[in-house]
């Protein structure tokens, strides 16, 4: 017999505490299992009544309270950020790159690319709430020189001016706007200090990333 859920003690009236207190809002159908005996039907349903957003198929976000009767959809950085949390854990999902420049704001226009660093290798994934694509890039996220920052979903990690500078110029072109880039590391490389510059570009061997970044500074 499938477990009603509306019989436990909810704050969405439907959804149970523990999906609505998941990391970043964001969980996968297979964690709602252990609550329905029939979760694809029953998270359909939470959905229709704007209970949940599913952001891609299989992946479903708790809308906020205050947004339950209007249109709502979390910014893609945001988005990626939940979904990679519900995959891998929110200590080993990291927005890197052209993400990490927008969250810091040194890339202003909206992007179609989230590009989050995650310990193993997952292919892209194409969002069904938007016309977007999340990427993961196999890193060793316990190295990366990362830090907290809060978003309409809750906490997550983004790596720092430092390491986003040396990502960038290491890949300019992971998340389709190369064009970006230049500009992002300028803007960012103002927040930089530049002994932990050097000393990331040395431990993760990205020295000719540190040259390209100081040739964008000198050649606008």
Same mark, same amino acid.
């Given at each position: 017999?499938?477990?009603?859920?509306?019989?436990?003690?909810?704050?969405?009236?439907?959804?149970?505490?523990?999906?609505?207190?998941?990391?970043?809002?964001?969980?996968?159908?297979?964690?709602?299992?252990?609550?329905?005996?029939?979760?694809?039907?029953?998270?359909?349903?939470?959905?229709?009544?704007?209970?949940?957003?599913?952001?891609?198929?299989?992946?479903?976000?708790?809308?906020?309270?205050?947004? @339950? #009767?209007?249109?709502?959809? $979390?910014? /893609?950085?945001?988005? =990626?950020?939940?979904?990679? *949390? !519900? &995959?891998?854990?929110?200590?080993?999902?990291?927005?890197?790159?052209?993400?990490?420049?927008?969250?810091?704001?040194?890339?202003?226009?909206?992007?179609?690319?989230?590009?989050?660093?995650?310990?193993?290798?997952?292919?892209?994934?194409?969002?069904?709430?938007?016309?977007?694509?999340?990427?993961?890039?196999?890193?060793?996220?316990?190295?990366?020189?990362?830090?907290?920052?809060?978003?309409?979903?809750?906490?997550?990690?983004?790596?720092?001016?430092?390491?986003?500078? @040396? #990502?960038?110029?290491?890949? $300019?072109? /992971?998340?389709?706007? =190369?064009?970006?880039?230049? *500009? !992002? &590391?300028?803007?960012?490389?103002?927040?930089?200090?530049?002994?932990?510059?050097?000393?990331?570009?040395?431990?993760?061997?990205?020295?000719?990333?540190?040259?390209?970044?100081?040739?964008?500074?000198?050649?606008?």
């Amino acid at each position: 017999m499938e477990k009603d859920a509306t019989s436990q003690p909810t704050r969405h009236s439907g959804v149970p505490p523990e999906l609505a207190r998941m990391p970043m809002r964001t969980f996968t159908a297979r964690n709602a299992a252990a609550f329905y005996s029939y979760p694809h039907q029953r998270l359909s349903k939470l959905t229709a009544r704007g209970l949940l957003h599913r952001p891609a198929h299989g992946y479903y976000t708790v809308v906020p309270l205050d947004h @339950l #009767d209007r249109r709502w959809l $979390p910014g /893609l950085e945001a988005t =990626a950020a939940g979904i990679a *949390t !519900a &995959v891998f854990d929110a200590d080993h999902a990291v927005l890197m790159g052209i993400s990490a420049a927008r969250v810091h704001g040194a890339i202003p226009r909206a992007l179609a690319v989230a590009v989050v660093a995650v310990p193993r290798q997952r292919a892209a994934l194409r969002l069904t709430d938007r016309d977007a694509i999340v990427r993961f890039v196999t890193r060793d996220t316990d190295n990366l020189d990362a830090e907290t920052i809060s978003t309409e979903l809750g906490s997550t990690l983004v790596t720092t001016p430092e390491q986003t500078v @040396l #990502d960038l110029a290491h890949r $300019p072109d /992971l998340g389709d706007s =190369a064009t970006d880039v230049p *500009t !992002a &590391v300028r803007t960012l490389y103002r927040r930089c200090d530049p002994e932990q510059l050097d000393r990331l570009a040395h431990a993760q061997r990205l020295r000719a990333a540190l040259d390209r970044v100081m040739g964008m500074l000198e050649y606008p």
